[in-house]
């Protein structure tokens, strides 16, 4: 039979009750805290992500219509251009003399298909008619003549921004284009109806009743400029259409504008008519949509009717249902931003907005991944950590249940110890010689129940010696000195009995007492130092990382996003202001600066009268320029003079206009705060603010619109207290 091991008793019973006592509530307190640590996560996880969100719905259909606007001023630019080109050839039309031919006179040869063209004046335009042998002398003279807005010509292709090539298209099947087209009979089939081509019959009466520029859809150029687009307008003689003249746009142009804007969270942008129809993309929305954007093509032969786009860069018949429903909701809708949910492959904002002068729209794509990118690394971190303390603990809690165990035994063995030496010195006794010692344990009921034991093992042995000494001496009979002996043996044995028997009573009581001590929390201080002694490092780390870095941390992100949401707010508002008054004022005007300067005085002198505004004006000084931007900033300038001054009791702010050579300079002056010396480069710069409720964008923007249209802006000041000097300088736009 194995034998039981020393001390197993003693050992469970410490064991257990450090476990019960000490570790359970230790361990519940730390699952808490774990707990507790991945609910923060997990909550300021989803907040963050849902605040990403709302960013995105708030933010980009901002930025995307700021974008469809500068896209849609271009085409309005176009258009204005477009039409000015058919007024100038109707007037051609109306009087063939009234622009005469520069350069050498135009000549002409019929080409081996029996097409007619021009074989001369390379640099100019060149010119090419369908069914050459038979035209009258009357359409020969019209393709001399129309040589005379060649001028022109070169001036909307070289000046006007986007344009690629400027041609007329006649009803009786004449062009006329530039740059000119080398053999241009060779592009062209000789029997080509200019009436089959969209760049054609979308600017007839049919198609354009108002006569108006308009836009063809995307097709492919029958002069070999690849896919394009064209801005295109009729030419009227006498309610008779003569032509149709138009501005070509290739498609390599608008993607190059398109992805020329530079857009947050990673987003890419792409472009698609009313009927879905994509113009232009970038790689990126081509991957994300599936498709490959025609931007280039091999001319084989010539064009012999009209070719568009495929209809797979249709964005309604997408192999992706989920997108093609999408987008078919934007187009039916006035929701700006949509969610792709894609499982597997990412979900997906769509931002949409139309531009206004051709009824196409401006998309922009944002890949979810891409906004809550952030956020899931904070996530994926705070998880590591968290995992990396379950570990840790998981670890010290083995070593230290090993650590427990030991020091189990190790008690367990002091207390066990004089126990043993007692019960074998209490069978050395019964055996009628005491030869075991019974050396000091520390404890102190364990110590006195060793003298008493020794005590009465001592008594016990003088007892027997003076019994027997008593029969030698007494040499009584032998049945009475045996009755005598075993009469005293068995008083001892009672004696030794009921001593023992105090001597067990005893023991429980001790043990019972040490349970008590055990149970005692006086004890844990001195026990956890000492548990504490051999691992302090992990404990410190484990300290370290959730109280000082962890919670810290977090606080610190709320902050910051808090912080951005504000200074997007702030900017998105900036810039709906700037946007609201470009739109008023998109040209210069000539008005009364004078009358100006006097009204912003007025809205910006403080009606309880603390600061004194005074105003130097001369009686009319007219001038060329935006109205409205100067005004906003002016009355910007004098607000800054007489905030300066409020709480100084005597705040005075003069306001001098004075006429210069081709302009103006405005000077407010003011006795306010002031502005210290290193501050003083520094107030134009975008962003920086004296002021306590500033934003650092108001003296910046005037700045950076004088400087574009022909002035500048400058402040002097003494110092702090002693007042400053603002000059602004303007000039006619």
């Avoid at 050992?11 to 257990?16: G, K």
Wanted: with cysteine; hydrophobic share 40%; aromatic share 8%.
């Amino acid at each position: 039979m194995k034998p039981k091991p020393e001390h197993s008793g003693m050992d469970r019973f410490i064991f257990n009750h450090y476990a019960r006592s000490a570790l359970i509530p230790i361990l519940t307190i730390e699952l808490l805290l774990l707990v507790i640590y991945f609910g923060v996560n997990w909550y300021t996880n989803s907040q963050s992500t849902a605040t990403l969100r709302n960013e995105v719905v708030a933010v980009m259909p901002h930025l995307t219509k700021m974008q469809a606007d500068l896209i849609d001023a271009d085409f309005k630019t176009i258009a204005s251009s477009c039409d000015y080109f058919a007024r100038e050839h109707a007037a051609l039309f109306a009087d063939p003399g009234s622009r005469p031919i520069q350069g050498e006179a135009p000549t002409f040869a019929i080409a081996p298909d029996g097409a007619f063209y021009q074989t001369n004046r390379k640099t100019e335009t060149s010119l090419f008619f369908s069914f050459g042998k038979d035209l009258t002398a009357q359409q020969r003279d019209k393709a001399r003549f129309t040589a005379g807005l060649d001028p022109l010509y070169r001036h909307m292709v070289s000046d006007v921004p986007y344009i690629a090539a400027a041609y007329l298209n006649t009803a009786d099947n004449m062009n006329r284009l530039f740059p000119y087209i080398p053999d241009v009979y060779k592009q062209y089939p000789a029997d080509l109806h200019m009436a089959d081509f969209n760049f054609y019959y979308l600017a007839d009466a049919a198609h354009n009743p108002e006569k108006k520029p308009v836009w063809t859809g995307v097709y492919l150029d029958p002069a070999g400029q690849g896919w394009m687009l064209s801005c295109i307008a009729p030419v009227y003689l006498r309610q008779k259409l003569e032509g149709v003249v138009g501005l070509d746009v290739t498609i390599n142009n608008i993607v190059e504008k398109v992805l020329s804007q530079e857009l947050p969270w990673g987003a890419t942008a792409f472009l698609a008519d009313q009927s879905g129809m994509i113009l232009a993309m970038s790689p990126k929305a081509e991957k994300t949509l599936g498709l490959t954007e025609l931007k280039e093509h091999v001319y084989s032969s010539a064009i012999l009717k009209e070719q568009l786009k495929p209809e797979e860069f249709n964005l309604f018949k997408s192999k992706n249902p989920r997108i093609a429903a999408t987008f078919k909701e934007i187009y039916a809708s006035d929701d700006h931003v949509k969610l792709i949910a894609q499982p597997g492959a990412g979900d997906l904002f769509v931002v949409g907005n139309p531009i206004a002068s051709t009824g196409w729209k401006l998309f922009i794509l944002i890949e979810a991944d891409s906004v809550l990118r952030s956020v899931n690394e904070v996530a994926t971190l705070s998880s590591r950590i968290g995992l990396a303390l379950v570990l840790a603990m998981l670890i010290f809690y083995a070593a230290f249940f090993g650590l427990l165990r030991r020091r189990a035994h190790g008690m367990a063995s002091i207390i066990a110890t004089p126990v043993s030496k007692i019960s074998a010195a209490a069978r050395e006794l019964g055996q009628g010689s005491l030869k075991t010692s019974l050396p000091s344990s520390g404890i102190d009921e364990l110590d006195e129940l060793n003298d008493t034991f020794t005590q009465m093992a001592t008594e016990l042995e003088a007892r027997s010696k003076a019994l027997v000494e008593s029969e030698v001496r007494a040499r009584v009979g032998e049945k009475e000195s045996e009755l005598a002996f075993a009469r005293g043996m068995f008083e001892s044995a009672s004696g030794i009995l009921h001593n023992v028997g105090n001597s067990i009573t005893r023991l429980d009581s001790s043990l019972l007492d040490l349970a008590g001590i055990a149970k005692s929390t006086e004890q844990y201080p001195e026990v956890f130092e000492r548990l504490a002694a051999g691992d302090e490092s992990t404990l410190e780390r484990f300290r370290s990382v959730l109280i000082d870095k962890t919670a810290p941390k977090i606080r610190d992100t709320l902050a910051d996003v808090k912080r951005i949401k504000e200074d997007i707010q702030q900017t998105i508002r900036h810039q709906q202001q700037s946007v609201r008054d470009s739109r008023a004022a998109m040209s210069p005007e000539r008005f009364d600066l004078s009358a100006l300067v006097r009204s912003a005085g007025e809205v910006s002198t403080p009606l309880d009268g603390g600061v004194q505004v005074t105003l130097s004006l001369p009686g009319q000084l007219d001038i060329i320029q935006h109205r409205n931007q100067l005004f906003n900033g002016i009355v910007n300038l004098i607000k800054n003079a007489v905030e300066s001054c409020q709480g100084k009791g005597s705040g005075k702010v003069e306001v001098e206009l004075v006429e210069t050579e081709g302009g103006a300079r405005l000077t407010i002056r003011d006795n306010g705060a002031g502005v210290r010396a290193e501050d003083q480069g520094r107030l134009m710069s975008a962003g920086f603010t004296t002021k306590s409720d500033g934003n650092g964008f108001g003296m910046h923007s005037f700045a950076v619109f004088l400087s574009g249209n022909n002035g500048k802006l400058s402040l002097e000041s003494p110092g702090p207290g002693l007042g400053a000097t603002v000059t602004m300088e303007v000039g006619n736009a």
